[in-house]
Structure formats: structure tokens, C-alpha cells
């Protein structure tokens, strides 16, 4: 619930953001100057990049949500319980040694969302978030076909 809150606050920031940033954009466009317009172009450019970038955020965290809840229906979230450390933390020795087992199960079955969704989660556990979020990519993706 506080990933979706943070969400809402973050998406309301950027909403805020681009309401000055095009109205600024537009004023320093209209003065005139090749200065001023390139950096009013600037300002009405960029906001939207980082607006698309968020769009892209939040579709594919609802997609992995939803694939979430349908592994978890199904019973096949992964069931070991690792140790957290005092902060609350995965203790990443314990992510890392239960590691290859779920990269050997997505390595045997490539075609296997539900696989690549478990090694998303393992990678994730183990500190590796660029790797994680390529599995859960790669599941969204093969859930889809």
C-alpha cells in the first residue's frame, strides 16, 4: 500500500511540475530569444520524457503485480523463508545460496513466465534490481504471448 501511496504523491509531483514547467517553457519561448526559446523548448521536452518514463514505471509495475497475484493463487510464489537482518532486510547470503536454484528452473523451461517471475524474485532478494527487473520483464513478456 505505501508503493502505491508513494505512487500517487510522485505522480501528483510530476503533474505539478508540468503545469509550471510548460507555463515557463511557454514564457521563455515567447520572449523571444534564441537563449530563451531553446531553453523554453527545453523545459516543454523534457518534462514529458520524464512523464513517459513514469508512465512506463507504473504499467509495469501493475503488470508484475498481476502476474504476482496469479502465481501466488496458484500456490507457486517461492516458499522458503530467508533471514532478515535487523534492518528488515533479506540477509543476501541466504537469497544468494537458494539463488540457482530458481536460474536453474527458468534456464530449463525459457518459455515459463511463472520461472522467470521466481528468478525476478531471487535476483531481487540477492541485491540484483537491473537484473531482477529484466526477469519480471522477461515473464511479462512471455505472459502476454
Excluded at 540477509?91 to 525476478?120: C, H, I, K, M, Q
Amino acid at each position: 500500500m505505501t508503493n502505491r501511496i508513494g505512487v500517487a504523491v510522485m505522480t501528483a509531483l510530476l503533474a505539478l511540475y508540468l503545469v509550471f514547467a510548460i507555463r515557463y517553457g511557454l514564457l521563455l519561448i515567447g520572449v523571444g530569444t534564441p537563449v530563451g526559446i531553446a531553453i523554453g523548448v527545453a523545459l516543454l521536452v523534457f518534462p514529458f520524457i520524464a512523464a513517459a518514463a513514469l508512465v512506463a514505471e507504473f504499467v509495469f509495475t501493475v503488470r508484475a503485480e498481476r502476474l504476482g497475484r496469479t502465481l501466488d493463487a496458484e500456490g507457486g510464489m517461492p516458499d522458503e523463508r530467508l533471514p532478515l537482518l535487523p534492518s528488515g532486510r533479506i540477509d543476501r547470503a541466504a537469497a544468494d545460496a537458494v539463488f540457482p536454484t530458481y536460474r536453474a528452473a527458468a534456464e530449463a523451461d525459457p518459455g515459463n513466465w511463472r520461472a522467470w517471475y521466481r528468478l525476478g524474485l531471487a535476483y531481487d532478494a540477492s541485491g540484483d534490481r537491473r537484473r531482477a527487473r529484466w526477469a519480471m520483464r522477461r515473464a511479462i513478456r512471455l505472459s502476454a504471448a
